[in-house]
Nanobody
Framework: QVQLVESGGGLVQSGGSLRLSCAASGTLSRANVMGWYRQAPGKQRELVATISRGGTINYGDSVKGRFTISRDNVRNRLYLQMNSLKPEDTAVYYC?????????????WGQGTQVTVSS
């Protein structure tokens, strides 16, 4: 069983920064991809960024150059540094694990953390 717990969401003004964290517990495959996905009201869940255990990264087009994903394999932690935030980044952000690919989610999800960017 894998559990994912996100933290770090909140309210920030446009142009500001936030850092999300995800703590993973349980057994994860050594080939495991972790990532961040988000869902805004009335929209489908979309890929924000994913990272392999070896450090290969994929970003969604809308966040390239503004967001940075990283992970600590020893502590089983995943991070998302979000800079130059825009109102359109407002969404619930979910930590994900269990995928074998950088381009689609795995079967494990956190409960989500709300990020709200005011204009």
């Amino acid at each position: 069983q894998v559990q994912l717990v996100e933290s770090g969401g909140g309210l920030v003004q446009s142009g500001g920064s936030l850092r999300l964290s995800c703590a993973a517990s349980g057994t994860l495959s050594r080939a495991n991809v972790m990532g961040w996905y988000r869902q805004a009201p009335g929209k489908q869940r979309e890929l924000v960024a994913t990272i392999s255990r070896g450090g290969t990264i994929n970003y969604g087009d809308s966040v390239k150059g503004r967001f940075t994903i990283s992970r600590d394999n020893v502590r089983n932690r995943l991070y998302l540094q979000m800079n130059s935030l825009k109102p359109e980044d407002t969404a619930v952000y979910y930590c994900n694990a269990g995928s074998a690919t950088l381009y689609s989610p795995g079967g494990y999800w956190g409960q989500g953390t709300q990020v709200t960017v005011s204009s």
